[in-house]
C-alpha cells in the first residue's frame, strides 16, 4: 500500500528540489571548467578592472559568462585592464637572481645550504622581506605579529631592519622545501657576522617559534631561544603580545583582544 501522507508528500518534494538544486551545482562546476582558447596568454573579467596570467588558478573564480581572453599583456592593456596585483599570480624570482656567494661569505652560525646573497630592498614585516632583485622572502622556523593595530607588527619589523638595514646584505640559506604555497622563499638569513638572524629575533623576543615541517633544521635551538625570551620578558614578551600567539590570532582564535 502506498503511503500518502502529507509527512511523505513533503519529503518527496524536498528530494526533487535536493536533486534540482545538486543538478544546478553540476551544471556550474562544468560551466567553471572553461578551457582558453588557444594562444590565450592572460584572462580578465568583463565586470572587473584586472588581467590575470593564465596560469595562475586566480581568474578561474571569476564569472564563465564574464570572462575575455587576450592574446599578449599589451591588448589587455589597450583594452582598459591592468595587471593584478595578487602575490599568486606574479612571476616567482629565480633563486639564481641573489648575489652569488663572495670568499668566507658563506661563515654561518646555524642551519640550512648557502645559496647565494640577499641585498635587502623592504621590510615587510618581523618574518618576511623583499630583496632589491624582487625575491620575497619568509624567514624559516619564526612568526612575528602582522597585525598593526596594537603597533606590535611595527616594532618587530623595525627590530629586524635594525638588525638587517635597507640596502644591507643577507646570506640566504635553504632548508628541504624552498617556497611555501605564495612563492616566498623559504630560508635562514645571516647577516655580515653570520648571526643567524631567525634566531636572534626569536632571541630578542620579536618572534615566537613556528615550525613547519619538512623544514625543520634548527628548531631545538629557535625553541630554547623562544623559552629564554620569554622568561626574560624581552622585546614583545614584555607587553603581553604573544598572550595569542600570531598563528592563533590570524585563526581568529584570540577572542577578540588585541
Known amino acids: ?108 652560525d646555524g642551519p640550512g645550504r648557502p645559496v647565494g646573497v640577499c641585498v635587502v630592498g623592504h621590510i615587510v614585516d618581523g618574518d618576511t622581506l623583499d630583496c632589491v632583485n624582487g625575491l620575497r622572502i619568509r624567514l624559516l622556523l619564526i612568526d612575528a605579529p602582522e597585525d598593526g593595530r596594537d603597533g606590535h607588527s611595527l616594532r618587530a619589523s623595525l627590530a629586524l631592519e635594525e638588525m638587517l638595514p635597507l640596502g644591507d646584505s643577507a646570506v640566504v640559506a635553504l632548508d628541504v622545501q624552498e617556497r611555501d604555497r605564495y612563492g616566498r622563499l623559504l630560508a635562514h638569513l645571516y647577516d655580515r657576522q653570520g648571526v643567524w638572524l631567525n634566531r636572534a629575533m626569536v632571541r630578542r623576543g620579536y618572534a615566537v617559534p613556528l615550525v613547519y615541517s619538512p623544514n625543520i633544521a634548527g628548531v631545538d635551538a629557535v625553541r630554547a631561544a623562544g623559552d629564554t625570551a620569554r622568561a626574560e620578558h624581552a622585546g614583545l614578551w614584555r607587553v603581553g603580545a604573544f598572550v595569542c600567539l600570531p598563528v592563533e590570532r590570524r585563526a581568529g582564535r584570540c577572542g577578540g583582544g588585541s
Open 1 to 108: 500500500m502506498s503511503d500518502s501522507s502529507p509527512l511523505s508528500t513533503i519529503a518527496w518534494v524536498i528530494l526533487a528540489i535536493v536533486g534540482l538544486l545538486g543538478s544546478d551545482v553540476a551544471r556550474n562546476r562544468l560551466e567553471a571548467q572553461v578551457l582558453p582558447p588557444s594562444g590565450t596568454r592572460f584572462v580578465a573579467s568583463s565586470r572587473g578592472s584586472v588581467f590575470y596570467p593564465v596560469e595562475c588558478d586566480a581568474w578561474e573564480r571569476l564569472s564563465p559568462s564574464n570572462l575575455r581572453f587576450f592574446e599578449s599583456e599589451a591588448l589587455a592593456v589597450s583594452a582598459g585592464y591592468r595587471r593584478t596585483t595578487n602575490r599568486r599570480c606574479q612571476p616567482l624570482v629565480a633563486i639564481d637572481r641573489l648575489v652569488p656567494l663572495a670568499a668566507g661569505q658563506s661563515r654561518q
